[in-house]
């Protein structure tokens, strides 16, 4: 099994270059933490990965900003526990919650835009934004 990690958040990595195969993180761990977003593609070669990571690059401190994790999957021919989960088909995306709910599930590459105003009505985003607010009072 051969994931890519790209944490934005949680471990300040970038992609590419200090992107690094791993084992996928159990979504457990992350819930409550981070807002995974998951990238599932049949190859590391598909445009589609390429255009996606070009757009969370382009605006890599907005993701930050939310507690974003990106999870990447490029082998569907291992059976791996987030495909068993959520059985996607060819290129798909995943917005997870810190609940670790599926919020959003598209089959094209989304901006970031898209990701940022979807988290930021998130009820839990809402009480994040209230507390910065007050801390900055």
Do not use: C, H
């Not at 490029?74 to 495909?83: A, G, I, V, W």
């Amino acid at each position: 099994m051969k994931y890519i990690l790209l944490t934005l958040a949680v471990f300040g990595l970038t992609w590419p270059a200090a992107a690094t195969d791993v084992s996928a993180p159990s979504l457990a761990d992350l819930k409550w933490v981070s807002r995974p977003i998951v990238i599932f593609a049949d190859s590391p070669a598909d445009p589609r990965l390429a255009q996606q990571i070009a757009n969370f690059e382009a605006r890599q401190t907005d993701l930050d900003d939310r507690d974003v994790v990106v999870i990447v999957d490029t082998d569907p021919s291992t059976l791996s526990e987030l495909r068993r989960k959520f059985r996607p088909r060819d290129f798909t995306i995943l917005v997870i919650g810190k609940d670790g709910e599926v919020k959003y599930r598209k089959p094209n590459p989304i901006t970031v835009r898209e990701v940022t105003r979807l988290i930021d009505r998130m009820p839990l985003r809402q009480q994040e934004i209230e507390a910065q607010r007050a801390l900055s009072q």
